[in-house]
């Protein structure tokens, strides 16, 4: 009963990690997949993903729903610009990358008390992206990325509302990923990411660091056509502090599978279709998640 009163607390705004347009804190769950260890050649690259998620559920602590009729639906519209250099190092091409989501979402919190009852929207820019450095190497069947990217709080906050689009906290974010792209027409890829996040200046929270990952294996079944299955993890690896005081039982967890397909136009063109189902949800909702992806070479 203590967790569920923090968690409605905590949904109603007093201290909810915001950017619920994807039921995360930083960066969105689930954007990667195909290829994402496979940097692109030298150029400028430009990848805009439309992403719309619906959750209907909030889950507590253990998994459980918590009884309230909730409902949480958004839309971004995520534009990332890739420059990948010719200056090489340790055998790796250099490249740098700048990500800008622009996002909209409604919340919902029905049959609780008056004051923590909840029916706002809000569209905004989100928290911008960058990466001072990407490195991307490549072999005859695998390929590697290394990177480290830095999640500013650029988007809109008000300590008052219940929906915010921004987080308001600085995140760190080390990342790597792996490509196994085989001339039978088999790839298989995964991003590992793990979030550092500062403290929420507006309201004391600080939500506690956190693994993460995108994951996809796939089959070309005709020539430019590759379905697969797509998916992401995501665990907090310590609690949420408030004030210098931790929230016990307040970590994070979320699996979400489904399937994925891609479609390339041309060496420069790529469209990509998935849907993600998400399961075993801790202390976030639990939902659904569709994307549409367009990567295009300069």
Known sequence: MRKTILTLALI??????????????????????YFAG??????????NYLMYYHAGEFKD??????????KVDAVADILRGIYI???TILGANLGWHLIVPLAYQKLEIKDVPSFMAVDESRASIGDIDFSPFILGWHTELF???????????????????AVNIGTNHWTFEPAVAVSLIHPSGISASVKLMYDIHTENSKNDLKTGDQFHLDYNAGY?????LRLGVCGYY????QDDEVDGSKVSDSKEQVLAVGPSAMYSFNPGLHL???????????????GTKGWLKVIYSF
């Open 12 to 33: 109603a705004g007093l201290a909810i990690p915001a950017q619920l347009f994807a039921g995360e804190s930083s960066s969105p769950l689930g954007a990667e997949g």
């Open 38 to 47: 496979a940097l692109p050649p030298p150029g400028f690259h430009f990848i």
């Open 220 to 224: 070309m079944i005709v020539e430019n």
């Open 85 to 87: 250099s010719d200056i």
């Open 143 to 161: 390929h590697f990325v290394a990177g480290f990217d830095i999640i500013a709080p650029t988007g809109q906050y008000n300590e008052d509302y």
């Open 272 to 286: 990509i279709a998935k849907v993600q189902f998400e399961t075993i949800a801790e202390n976030r909702p639990e």
């Open 234 to 237: 995501l665990i907090g690896l």
């Open 61 to 70: 602590d253990k998994g459980d729903e918590v009884p309230i009729d909730f």
